[in-house]
């Protein structure tokens, strides 16, 4: 009896760490994008995806504007335009709710809705949502993205950027 208890026990707690790394993965990946800047090294980005991820825009917006790019070396090349001068991003801040995440094995499947608040270079910003479906993939003790997709719920310009510099209101 008490070596079945422990058995369950143990499987348990490793599907509740095996979840906390993949929830570490996506976080490390929001993270990463939120800082992508010319001269940013992509080598961190990359190690988060297995060696034939797919990363792809789902839906009539995404679909044409990101597409779908196979394999580390093409989702790289995609990144590698966000590196380049001029910078694409003045701010970038990723923001993930309704986090959903199963684990089976050596294989896990997540979702996130995102919403995105963007100032870019020219000055211009954006609010914008997406649904994200991301499988993951255990390799070497290591969970990686196997399969990213990205799905747009909404886009909507800012007429001002979203970092003001003006002096936070405080009491005195």
Known sequence: MANVELSSLLERLTLLESE??????????MYLCDNLDVGFDLDELMALFTEEAIWEGRG?????????????????SMFAK???????????VHFLTSELISVEGDEAQGSWVLLQTSTFSSGKS???SARLSVRFQRENGSWKMSHFQTESLF???VKTPWDQPADLPVPE
């Open 126 to 128: 954006q609010l914008s």
């Open 155 to 157: 886009n909507r310009p």
């Open 60 to 76: 009539k917006r995404y679909g044409k504007s990101f597409g779908q790019h196979v394999g580390q070396a093409a989702i790289r």
């Open 20 to 29: 906390k790394a993949v929830r570490a993965c996506m976080n490390r990946y």
């Open 82 to 92: 966000y590196t380049q001068p001029p910078a694409h991003f003045d701010t970038n």
